[in-house]
């Protein structure tokens, strides 16, 4: 009699005590992640390793092709459920963040499969990835493949051997959901604000139209649990990748095939490392297949997916130095604002920081804006000209310099200096804005 009237609070409470939450997801990953090597700095020798690493956890994985240069394909797998899902990483080579977080997650599916939640994703879904489709592109840290192909438009001529692979896997196996894993540019933005959309979601559909289907609506669902589960860490950074229909990519064609696919493309957030995204992708997998199983997705209001705005682009630049000083070619001077932006390199490498606007920046912020009204500045080399490295010396104005020295570091040293987009010398002499 007593046991029976605690039941209903019981019950509850236990499904509360055993309800996975997006935090607990990012607490498993900085916990368990087994990748180590920043992202972009991962060649198809590491792949290998963390393969290798998985193999010896005792994951199913097949080599299932060759790139166009001979690397090794792979496709992982976990679970043994009826609902099919596959994901794909890295079909642009110098789109590496989802790769990382695909083989932690296999790695800590494998590692906890006693756990309640792991083992009822071993019993309702069959997982299967592969990770890094472009090699040869991702060798290089570029784009395309060796055929200088963009795989993502060869979804219907199939002239590349990843494409075709591709397209083999999928019509072999059928899988019910597709996840198409990308980057996108870093300065990619929140609508017309100046937030950088770190992770940006599309529920891509089959056609032009954007026809309705039932799997459609289950994935609008499940990128709305997607959001949800973000939300917590990157409030005001997730955007709706701008959804135009392209005939020749795969999620488009993988959705007119029969298989549903949610895009997940990784931007970036100013201040944050390249694991930090890997562990919002670990979030959002982990989110999603918790939805899946416990058909949680089926009740998901759609309102997060629908409500995101697009992503927006040309409003924001890396630095932004205001009304500067300028030293011109003959030693003249002129004010304006200075906007640089880094190009995309791997992490190891130094990325190129180029002059991209010399003038009046008005509605454009930057990520790092500095108040340069106290400060001449030179060019390190020649004049200062819109495409050329940022390379600039920093003067207090009261200093008295020779403009047309030959030697300008050596003989009037700078107050600060800013040299491959840190600040060489002088850090905190120019002040910050905001
Ligand atoms: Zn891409």
Do not use: C
């Not at 020749?248 to 100013?270: K, M, R, V």
């Not at 003038?359 to 990520?367: P, T």
């Not at 008295?400 to 700078?414: A, G, I, N």
Request: hydrophobic share 40%; net charge negative; no cysteine.
């Amino acid at each position: 009699m007593r046991i029976l009237f605690l039941l209903p609070i019981l019950v509850p409470y236990m499904m509360i005590a055993n309800a996975q939450t997006s935090e607990k997801f990012a607490a498993i990953w900085e916990k368990e992640h087994v990748t180590h090597i920043l992202p972009s700095d991962v060649r198809h020798a590491n792949l290998k390793n963390y393969i290798e690493e998985l193999k010896k956890l005792g994951l199913n994985v097949d080599e299932v092709g060759r790139s166009g240069a001979g690397r090794e394909i792979y496709q992982v797998e976990f679970g043994h459920g009826p609902l099919k899902v596959f994901m794909w990483s890295q079909m642009h080579g110098d789109e590496p963040t989802a790769t990382s977080a695909l083989i932690d997650m296999f790695a800590y599916f494998q590692k906890n499969r006693k756990s309640e939640f792991v083992k009822m994703i071993e019993d309702k879904i069959t997982l299967r990835a592969v990770p890094m489709l472009n090699p040869d592109g991702a060798e290089i840290y570029q784009r395309r493949n060796l055929q200088s192909i963009d795989i993502n438009r060869d979804a219907l001529d199939l002239r590349t051997p990843e494409a075709q692979l591709l397209k083999k896997l999928r019509d072999d196996w059928m899988p019910a959901i597709g996840f198409n894993l990308h980057n996108q540019q870093e300065l990619t933005t929140v609508g017309h604000s100046w937030n950088q959309a770190t992770i940006s979601l599309l529920v891509v559909y089959g056609d032009a139209a954007k026809t309705p289907s039932p799997g459609q609506d289950r994935n609008t669902r499940l990128v709305s649990a997607i959001i949800n589960g973000l939300q917590k860490f990157i409030p005001g950074h997730i955007a709706r990748y701008d959804d135009e229909y392209t005939a020749t990519a795969f999620g488009d064609n993988f959705s007119a095939w029969g298989t549903p696919t949610i895009l997940i493309e990784t931007g970036a957030l100013h201040g944050k490392d390249e694991m930090y995204l890997v562990k919002l992708n670990f979030v959002a997998f982990l989110t999603a297949l918790n939805a899946l199983i416990t058909g949680s997705e089926a009740n998901e209001s759609t309102a997060p997916y629908l409500s995101l705005l697009e992503n927006g682009g040309g409003t924001l630049y890396y630095f932004i130095f205001r009304n500067a000083n300028i030293i011109g070619a003959n030693g003249e001077t002129y004010v304006a604002d200075i906007g640089v932006n880094t190009e995309r390199r791997r992490a190891s490498f130094a990325a190129p920081n180029i002059i991209r606007t010399v003038g009046s920046i008005v509605g454009s912020h930057g990520l790092e804006e500095y108040d340069v009204s106290g400060f001449d500045v030179a060019q390190r080399f020649g004049s200062l000209r819109v495409g050329d490295l940022a390379e600039l010396f920093f003067y207090k104005k009261d200093r008295v310099v020779d403009w047309k020295s030959t030697d300008l570091e050596k003989q009037f040293p700078p107050d600060a200096v800013f040299s491959l987009g840190k600040w060489a010398k002088g850090e905190g002499v120019v002040p910050k804005m905001k």
